[in-house]
């Protein structure tokens, strides 16, 4: 029996008062709920979608549209763990993935391209995706430990 294996079921919490996997939950709620929200963002108003970028062409909005369809799945994806218990460690992982890519992504932009925390919306941004990226390895750092304390019989 493996910890990842996604089709290892953990046993029931006994009571619906058990915190843990409801703490699990919350800490991935608000990345859903940002997620979803640029999702209709882009889907929605693709031409003001990116500060600062005009879209002139209308394969620009075609393909901005599209970007909406890849933060649904991941929205998506989310949800579903979100609901099985015994698969809230994949959706920290999800999570964990997604904010790590995010900000190397944006370090690497910050190095390239000049930009500084101290332009438009960066510094808040950069803090909100260091503060998803700690609070998901806290809670797949949480399954993980749940899954080995059912798995030892404690």
Known sequence: ????????????TQ???????????????????????????????PSHS????TLNAPEAFTDTRVLAAWMATLVITLVICLLSENRLWLGHLQLIVFMGMTLAVRIFGFIHDGTTLAMGNQRTITIVETVFLTLNT???????WLAQKVRVGA
């Open 1 to 12: 029996m493996s910890i990842l294996n996604a089709t290892t079921a953990l046993p029931r």
């Open 15 to 45: 009571t619906i008062w058990n915190f843990k996997p409801w703490l699990s939950r919350i800490v991935m709620l608000p990345p859903i709920f940002i997620f979803t929200l640029i999702a209709i963002r882009f889907l929605t108003n």
């Open 50 to 53: 990116i500060p600062g970028v």
């Open 138 to 144: 806290l809670g797949l750092a949480m399954q993980v």
